[in-house]
Every structure is written in C-alpha cells, then in structure tokens.
Antibody, heavy 123, light 107 residues
Framework: EVQLVQSGGGLVQPGGSLRLSCVASGFIFNKYAMTWVRQAPGKGLEWVSDISASGGTANYADSVKGRFTISRDNSRDTLYLQMNSLRADDTAVYYC????????????????WGQGALVTVSS | DIQMTQSPSSLSASVGDSVTITCQASQDVGKYLNWYQQKPGKAPRLMIHDTSDLEAGVPSRISGGGSGTVFTFTISSLQPEDTATYYCQQYDNLPVTFGGGTKVEIK
C-alpha cells in the first residue's frame, strides 16, 4: 500500500521559513517524480512544484519561484519543500503527491496523496 | 499557462439524478485531462485520468469524455457518497493547471 506521510506544517511569521517533509512507503521511491500541490483556505488546487525521480530536474510555479526549493533524499524515501520568504498568500494546506509512471513515461496525474500539512503565515 | 474553466461552480441534484460537469481548456490539451474528487478535510482522490480512464475502485456510474478543449465528467445516478468538490486538471502543457472546482450536493 502506497503511503505518503507529511510533517512540518505550522504557524510562521511573514518573511519566515518552514520546511515540509513527505515520507514515502509502499513503492520504489527513486523511480517516481513527485510533486507539491497547495490549497488556500476555501479555494481550489494549485500546483506548486515538482521534481524528477533522480532529483536532477525541478520545476516551480511562478508564484513561488526563487522562494521555495523542492528536494528529495532517495536514500530516506523523503521529499522536501523548503519555503523561504513566506507571505500571507502562501497560507494553505500543502499536499505531496506521487506522479504517475506509465511504461517508463511520466504522466502528470496524481494517484497517491499525502494527508496534507497546514501552513499559516501570519503575524 | 493553460486556463481551465469548470461549470457549473456548484450544483444540487436528487439521489438517482444524472449530473454532468464541464471543463473547458483555454487551448487544446488533447486527451490529457484528469478529474479529482475532494471531500472536506481530505486530500483529493484521482477519479479519472486521460479523459476517460477510470481509476481502480471508482464506480461505473462515473464516466468522463471529451477531447481537445471541452471535457465532461458525468455521474449517471447520483449517490449520497458523491457529495464532494470535483476538479479537472490538464497536463498536456506544463505547468499542470486545475479548474476552479465544482461543488456537488444532494438536494
């Protein structure tokens, strides 16, 4: 059974930093790209960032580029999101998710999700 | 970025009714359109990928269709457990983008 267990959310002041973690189990972590998706309170889903299986390639939404860094430790089966210079509009539940892999091709649909971590940016 | 527009933003129907949600893309996304169900306080659940491929465990009363820029998500006989918000998502052109969501309620 695939499991993605998240940790690291919390309350942080504007301008502050926070790191989210997502520990994976039930699949071969180093074979799959991973992604972060967020959801502001009462709002829809917004893709934030993704990273290739090897960790060599990362992509970011314009809204977080230069402030957030996605990374992974394949030896620990763990995905990270380092969030710096946080703003009030970064307040959201952040989800990690596994990107599908079909016949060795990456397919950007998300079959497995973490439970979510609430990040609140407020003074 | 490709804009995804869902309609309606909410709907209310009776148990047993057929309901359809529409998702329109601002440009052609081929067949690369997915649908998620989200219940309050829970992570999204993938229901359909690539326009019409049902995920394992998704009931057969749910179906997806369309191509290019207009896609549909249909529940043929609405059940109480279908109460949720549904999102479309394209991945033909990165970054992936989501529709604004459609809230489905039971009348």
């Amino acid at each position: 059974e695939v499991q993605l267990v998240q940790s690291g959310g919390g309350l942080v002041q504007p301008g502050g930093s926070l790191r989210l973690s997502c520990v994976a189990s039930g699949f071969i972590f180093n074979k799959y790209a991973m992604t972060w998706v967020r959801q502001a309170p009462g709002k829809g889903l917004e893709w934030v960032s993704d990273i290739s299986a090897s960790g060599g390639t990362a992509n970011y939404a314009d809204s977080v580029k230069g402030r957030f860094t996605i990374s992974r430790d394949n030896s620990r089966d763990t995905l990270y999101l380092q969030m710096n210079s946080l703003r009030a509009d970064d307040t959201a539940v952040y989800y990690c998710a596994k990107v599908a892999l079909v016949h060795y091709l990456v397919r950007y649909y998300f079959q497995d999700w973490g439970q979510g971590a609430l990040v609140t940016v407020s003074s | 970025d490709i804009q995804m527009t869902q309609s309606p933003s909410s709907l209310s129907a009776s148990v047993g009714d057929s309901v359809t949600i529409t998702c329109q893309a601002s440009q052609d996304v081929g067949k690369y359109l997915n649908w998620y169900q989200q219940k309050p306080g829970k992570a999204p659940r993938l229901m359909i990928h690539d326009t019409s491929d049902l995920e394992a465990g998704v009931p057969s009363r749910i179906s997806g269709g369309g191509s290019g820029t207009v896609f549909t998500f249909t529940i043929s006989s609405l059940q109480p457990e279908d109460t949720a918000t549904y999102y479309c998502q394209q991945y033909d052109n990165l970054p992936v983008t989501f529709g604004g969501g459609t809230k489905v309620e039971i009348k």
